[in-house]
């Protein structure tokens, strides 16, 4: 027999070989976590549980490095119907996606039912002790404790001058520059509000140094935990360890400082963190101080430096759009006392500013999704949610949904106009008792940016076409190549 005879024999073998071997391996997770629950696998929701050990993580990820992210809860929708819930493997755990705003508001408002349930690879690059690790009652304390700086008519207009002053400075610095990366000048912006609020103030050096960090460690978060040279992962381990130890050190200092004068009435974040107690008199320790600090600086200046880039590419592509919100600006300036500064009386006056900044929100869903873990047997949608799994509130699906959102990819303000979303339509803080406290000042100072970019400047492109990255959030390749540039004398 010819060898081209021997490998054609062969071959169905072969075939049938490979058919079999890749039904055992996608039988594996099945076996691995349903085998276990008896009577109630069949009361899943439908779904698959992907390959051993990776799940469905490559097809995450291959969706959301395409121009289409869409695709990987679409690929749900068309196999199994629109249940709105689905059971797949993420993150390394047997997990249930809800896609729909009834299952998310369910998943984020349930406390007695779910519970935060981040995977333990985020845990350790976001910390612990940090609000997405620590029980219910725990963050309800320092919940309170953290959000009334950051929160309130009084606190919010004590920030005002500081982020005012900031946004002016660079943007007319911005405009001498000639090219730049305007997300990466944003970014430090708003890192440089979010210190000032918690720390007071910083040098400049350690600032660029840590908001630099804060760029491998988030792009760890939602990749595979690979603790291997070359994997993002193993880069957002090493760039925690710089941060905890800067940290450390800056609060290390203010301990030290605190003792040597204890007169000084004034008082950021962090001295009010050091000086938390609860009702046994016991202190944050230093772990819990940083994690709390890594965690607020990291959500703090991300989403504001992104939601800002976005809106101000949209406004520059939709020309009635930003003339509208222009005029809107140009109209505050009018009744505005000579000499006087913004207020935070006249951004409540930015109607229409503020659903520019909702359908920028919306479109762009900075958070992708919230983790919450079934605290026991959970029903919905007529399936069960074991006991254990990790359950993720698919933020995207619910902001594009046609049925609320009408030509959902569309940019369009408008839509915002007298109406009141419903809970659970409209998610990009969260919900529940663990929505983000710092929406407010992330809103305010987004406000103000725009507010000073509208009346003066206008922001061009170089590469307008650049394609979209999608993790670990939305933001063109190039970092927004851009030149800012005056419109006034």
Known sequence: MTETGSILMWFPWIVLGLFVLKWVLKRVNVWRYESKLGEKKLYLPPGDLGWPFIGNMFSFLRAFKTSDPDSFTRSYITRYGRTGVYKTHMFGNPSVIVTT???????????DCFTT???KSTMKL?????????SFEEHKRLRRLTSTPVNGHEALSLYIPFIEETVITDLENWSKMGEIEFLTQLRKLTFRI??????????EQVMDALERE?????YGVRAMAINIPGFAYHKALKARKKLVAAFQSIVTNRRNQRKQDMSSNKKDML??????????GRT???EEIIDVLLMYLNAGHESSGHTIMWATIFLQEHPEILKKAKEEQERIVKKRAPGQSLTLKETREMEYLSQVIDETLR???FSLTAFREAKSDVQMNGYIIPKGWKVLAWFRDVHLDPETYPDPKKFDPSRWEGYTPKAGTFLPFGLGSRLCPGNDLAKLEISIFLHHFLLKYRVERSNPGCPVMFLPHTRPKDNCLARITKTTP
């Open 363 to 365: 479109v762009i869903t």
């Open 194 to 203: 979010i210190m000032y609020v918690f720390m007071s103030s910083e040098s």
């Open 284 to 286: 944050l320790d230093d």
């Open 214 to 218: 804060y760029t491998n460690l988030n």
């Open 117 to 119: 349930g981040w995977p």
């Open 101 to 111: 705003p009834e299952t998310c508001r369910r998943v984020l408002t349930d406390d």
């Open 271 to 280: 001295d009010n963190l050091i000086d938390a107690e609860d009702e046994n």
């Open 126 to 134: 976001i910390g612990r002790k940090s609000f997405i690790g620590i």
